[in-house]
């Protein structure tokens, strides 16, 4: 199966070197939960878009350093390109950015919340669970990192998972049974010394130091990413199995 990684962000060039980019965080992320994922980079930021839709058998859309209301040419793209997606039923999961600009691009609404900035690990409620979905127990520790947030949802999506911090952590597009999209406002693929190395290069120039300093005390715990990957793995192997029964 082809899972296309739409690219919208670049790793901080003073981190490259030591934790390399965004695309190789999510091969390992995916190919841990299915090493047979073929996984083709697209970096929609610098425009490199696929051809169509069809292209792969699924999507998969980054972080990034932006916020959707930028409005750049670029996601402007971005979003005709997912909405083309979503009506042509090629699944598509969103992390981060990419939770937040399916949302807005399917009729959602993103803002930089009040709430300032998520860094660090985080803990959300599971409020919805189905089939396709690995046992995950009630609740998700995995690492933040936004001061966006989705604050009205698309009327295909719902909740599944939430805290108090972030409303909307994760979401499923077109019934939770059989979703069509997927997205998470976390990120799964950020390993710990990573999320380490971005909160200090950020505290006191970005994030402010009374958010950083605790953000980092919550690092070293353990986190969901693996049993997220075997969520997202799930998700794509129940579409695939879907529209091959359609075809």
């Keep these: 199966m082809r899972i296309g990684i739409l690219e919208t962000g670049k790793v901080n060039p003073a981190l490259v070197a030591e934790h390399g980019p965004y695309a190789p965080m999510f091969e390992r992320l995916l190919g841990g939960a299915d090493p047979s994922f073929e996984l083709p980079v697209f970096s929609v930021i610098d425009n490199e878009f696929p051809e169509t839709v069809h292209d792969c ?8 350093k932006h916020g959707v209301y930028e409005n750049l040419p670029w996601m402007e793209r971005l979003k005709v390109f997912l909405r083309d997606a979503y009506a042509a039923e090629a699944p598509i999961i969103g992390v981060c950015f990419g939770h937040q600009i399916l949302a807005e691009a399917l009729g959602g609404k993103v803002v930089k919340s009040g709430k300032g900035w998520g860094a660090g690990l985080h803990r959300y409620e599971v409020s ?4 396709w979905m690995p046992e995950l127990g009630g609740e998700l520790a995995v690492h933040a990192m936004h ?37 998470i406002q976390p990120h799964p693929e950020f390993e710990e010394p990573y999320e380490r190395a971005l909160i200090e290069l950020r505290r006191g120039d970005g994030i402010p130091e009374e958010v950083a300093d605790p953000a980092l005390q919550t690092l070293g715990a353990p986190t969901d990413n693996s049993l997220i990957a075997d969520w997202f793995a799930a998700f794509l192997r129940q579409a695939r ?7």
């Design 128 to 131: 919805a669970t189905a089939g």
């Design 147 to 183: 001061q966006d947030q989705v604050i009205s949802l698309p009327d295909d999506a719902e909740v599944i998972a939430r805290s108090e911090f972030c409303e909307f952590a994760a979401l499923a597009y077109g019934g939770i049974d059989a979703p069509r999209a997927i997205s």
């Design 57 to 64: 058998d699924a999507w998969l859309v980054t972080g990034s």
């Design 241 to 247: 199995a879907r529209r091959r029964n359609a075809a």
